[in-house]
């Protein structure tokens, strides 16, 4: 089957503007991940979807940052007024359940001029 | 700071020999998971080891984890150029998110 996958690859905004990033999650899987990932450094958590609960949004860096699940399948990270810091790849990931392996996309790299 | 940390940060080895990174986390653990990520995109997943595990086999790859010291090693043996990568181990933390060390950057020679 189809792994994660996520929209667009590479996205150029300028400075101010909001962006939508899309992923799509392995068909099944109750849990959705959204991490970021600077220039030579580690992931970053970001926001974490399982099931119908409310989402962990403990690693948002500011309110700027938002992100929906619709359907408990596809999820959308939104950035407001983005800013140059948040030039990142960004990378989403998918489980089974909560503590099992997460499958990763291969992340929208987002660059804020 | 991170809950996961791998050392060595960069490592670079010929063709055929093994390569073995270590992982430090501070906190309690269910799981420790080791990936690796080809041209900082997507990350693939290796191992998972869980805490009531000592070491587990994949392939070439072997990964031990003792939870007394809070450390994990990923052995390579065999290296291959295709193993060129960065590797990172990532913790739960006891939670269902994970964390993520900063990577080990493995060059392996022809």
């Known amino acids: 089957g189809a792994g994660v996958s996520q929209s667009p690859s590479n996205k150029v905004t300028e400075k101010g503007k909001d962006v939508e990033l899309r992923c799509d999650p392995i068909s099944g899987h109750t849990a959705l991940y959204w991490y970021r990932q600077s220039l030579g450094q580690g992931l970053e958590f970001l926001i974490y979807f399982q099931g119908n609960s409310a989402p962990d949004k403990s690693g948002l860096p500011s309110d700027r940052f938002s992100a929906e699940r619709t359907g408990g399948s596809v999820s959308t990270l939104t950035i407001q007024r983005t800013q140059q810091e948040d030039s990142a790849v960004y990378l989403c990931a998918s489980s089974q359940y909560s503590e099992s392996e997460q499958f990763f996309g291969p992340g929208t790299r987002l660059t804020v001029l | ?110």
């Open chain 2, 1 to 110: 700071s991170q809950q996961g940390e791998e050392d060595p940060q960069a490592l670079s080895i010929q063709e055929g020999e093994n390569a073995t990174m270590n992982c430090s986390y501070k906190t309690s653990i269910n799981n420790l998971q080791w990936y690796r990520q080809n041209s900082g995109r997507g990350l693939v997943h290796l191992i998972l080891i869980r805490s009531n595990e000592r070491e587990k086999h994949s392939g070439r790859l072997r990964v031990t984890l003792d939870t007394s010291k809070k450390s994990s090693s990923l052995l390579i043996t065999a290296s291959r150029a295709a193993d060129t990568a960065s590797y990172f181990c990532a913790t739960d933390g006891g939670y269902s998110t994970l964390t993520f060390g900063k990577g080990t950057m493995l060059l392996v020679s022809p």
